[in-house]
């Protein structure tokens, strides 16, 4: 950002503790939570105001849209995603509601999911396998597909435990097919990057998998305008910010249909945002701030007037990531580094000594690995080639 633009923070006393003193001069204020869910920012960024007369409320995660929103709503701010936007883009049942209006295909059949019967009720409606999910969850968290009666009585008996508890869960008929996730850009309501990936396996696979991957689409591929297409509709349909990227994921079912399975005004996650740095050049949440922020914007090509989503074409033929996520023990040793199966990009947190339990999330990983090739089947190869080397020299006890 600009020298001339001033800065307050609310963050976390972790996130605090790891900024060193350069970093913190940048800010007028630093307002440090102990509990980010709490309340109090709300009020306090509302409070504060009259001090600091805000002209922008700027959110990276996802958890903050809604609360950034409001609190835009609260100080009378048109500039940033408003609260119908940010509902839209994270209640999964009021977007699937939306798009469905719109003749946009979504999964045949969703509903609110507030108690055990709305779960057993809903598959004697409509049958097996379906998926229970946060309606306004993301990274897979807490998401469960029900395949037959035997994982429908496991369900029941450890995750709808709570009987005074909002559930707040939107359960669905399942979508067969492969997982694509399509990436991209608007800035002033202009289309100006959308690309397609191809998950390896499926996110939901967290728990049970070695791994999370995609890799991104050649431009020889037919499916790549049709999920542009596709996406760009889904876009349209929604009440979408001036300015935000956005990641979608969609279904390509057998019988030849794009399903959406949900949409979000954020950055993706895992490897998703070095993926599209190598591909297209553009750090998509450096972009993102300095347009909530009305500040200039990096990289300038973006901002062509001229310039729309068919103009961008990736620099590589397809790179993609892997994160490979922990076993459950004690980490003895593990590569650093990687110079082998074209790698772009290596890191993680994963040191020697460290002990971890199963996966949480889709993203939670002990590394993230960027790899590349001239052809989607050998970026796929070297995805998978990378993913056995590093597990072959780790060892765990």
Same mark, same amino acid.
């Given at each position: 950002?600009?020298?001339?633009?001033?800065?307050?923070?609310?963050?976390?006393?972790?996130?605090?503790?790891?900024?060193?003193?350069? $970093?913190?001069?940048?800010?007028?204020?630093?307002?440090?939570?102990?509990?980010?869910?709490? !309340?109090?920012?709300?009020?306090?960024?509302?409070?504060?105001?009259?001090?600091?007369?805000?002209?922008?409320?700027?959110?990276?995660?996802?958890?903050?849209?809604?609360?950034?929103?409001?609190?835009? +709503?609260?100080?009378?701010?048109?500039?940033?995603?408003?609260?119908?936007?940010?509902?839209?883009?994270?209640?999964?049942?009021?977007?699937?509601?939306?798009? +469905?209006?719109? !003749?946009?295909?979504?999964?045949?059949?969703f509903?609110?999911?507030?108690?055990?019967?709305?779960?057993?009720?809903?598959?004697?409606?409509?049958?097996?396998?379906?998926?229970?999910?946060?309606?306004?969850?993301?990274?897979?968290?807490?998401?469960?597909?029900?395949?037959?009666?035997?994982?429908?009585?496991?369900?029941?008996?450890?995750?709808?435990?709570?009987?005074?508890?909002?559930?707040?869960?939107?359960?669905e008929?399942?979508?067969?097919?492969?997982?694509?996730?399509?990436? !991209?850009?608007?800035?002033d309501? +202009?289309? $100006?990057l959308?690309?397609?990936?191809?998950?390896v396996?499926?996110?939901?696979?967290?728990?049970?998998?070695?791994?999370?991957?995609?890799?991104?689409l050649?431009?020889?591929?037919?499916?790549?305008?049709?999920?542009?297409?596709?996406? $760009?509709?889904?876009?349209?349909?929604?009440?979408?910010?001036?300015?935000?990227?956005?990641?979608?994921?969609?279904?390509?079912?057998?019988?030849?249909?794009?399903?959406?399975?949900?949409?979000?005004?954020?950055? !993706?996650?895992?490897?998703?945002?070095?993926?599209?740095?190598?591909?297209?050049?553009?750090?998509?949440?450096?972009?993102?701030?300095?347009?909530?922020?009305?500040?200039?914007?990096?990289?300038?090509?973006?901002?062509?007037?001229?310039?729309?989503?068919?103009?961008?074409?990736?620099?590589?033929?397809?790179a993609?990531?892997?994160?490979?996520?922990?076993?459950?023990?004690?980490?003895?040793?593990?590569?650093?580094?990687?110079?082998?199966?074209?790698?772009?990009?290596?890191?993680?947190?994963? $040191?020697?000594?460290?002990?971890?339990?199963?996966?949480?999330?889709s993203?939670?990983?002990?590394?993230?690995?960027?790899?590349?090739?001239?052809?989607?089947?050998?970026?796929?190869?070297?995805?998978?080639?990378?993913?056995?080397?590093?597990?072959?020299?780790?060892?765990?006890?």
């Amino acid at each position: 950002l600009s020298d001339d633009v001033k800065l307050v923070m609310f963050t976390t006393s972790d996130i605090y503790d790891r900024m060193d003193d350069q $970093k913190r001069s940048r800010y007028e204020l630093i307002h440090v939570f102990d509990d980010y869910h709490s !309340g109090l920012i709300e009020y306090e960024a509302t409070r504060t105001n009259s001090i600091y007369n805000y002209t922008c409320v700027v959110c990276l995660d996802e958890e903050d849209l809604i609360r950034c929103a409001r609190i835009r +709503q609260n100080l009378g701010l048109e500039n940033g995603q408003s609260l119908i936007s940010a509902m839209q883009y994270r209640d999964k049942i009021l977007m699937k509601t939306v798009l +469905q209006d719109n !003749g946009i295909r979504v999964p045949d059949h969703f509903a609110e999911c507030e108690s055990a019967s709305d779960v057993f009720n809903f598959i004697n409606m409509y049958g097996y396998p379906v998926v229970v999910k946060p309606r306004k969850g993301y990274g897979s968290v807490s998401t469960s597909i029900i395949k037959d009666e035997q994982e429908l009585e496991a369900f029941l008996a450890t995750f709808l435990d709570n009987l005074d508890a909002t559930l707040d869960l939107e359960i669905e008929t399942f979508c067969h097919g492969p997982m694509y996730h399509i990436d !991209g850009m608007v800035i002033d309501n +202009q289309l $100006k990057l959308i690309w397609p990936s191809l998950y390896v396996n499926l996110c939901i696979d967290y728990g049970n998998a070695r791994y999370n991957a995609s890799y991104s689409l050649a431009t020889s591929n037919a499916m790549v305008k049709r999920l542009q297409l596709y996406v $760009k509709s889904v876009i349209d349909a929604l009440d979408s910010p001036k300015c935000f990227p956005f990641h979608a994921e969609v279904f390509h079912t057998p019988d030849d249909e794009l399903i959406l399975c949900e949409i979000a005004s954020r950055v !993706g996650g895992a490897g998703i945002r070095h993926v599209t740095k190598e591909l297209f050049d553009i750090e998509l949440d450096k972009t993102w701030v300095q347009t909530q922020c009305g500040d200039y914007i990096t990289p300038d090509w973006i901002t062509y007037p001229a310039h729309n989503w068919l103009d961008t074409v990736p620099s590589l033929g397809s790179a993609g990531w892997i994160i490979i996520f922990p076993k459950e023990g004690t980490l003895i040793n593990c590569p650093d580094d990687c110079n082998q199966f074209n790698c772009l990009l290596f890191y993680g947190g994963a $040191k020697p000594g460290n002990v971890y339990n199963k996966a949480e999330h889709s993203a939670d990983s002990m590394v993230t690995i960027l790899v590349y090739g001239e052809t989607e089947r050998e970026c796929e190869q070297n995805l998978m080639e990378v993913l056995q080397w590093y597990e072959n020299n780790c060892t765990w006890e």
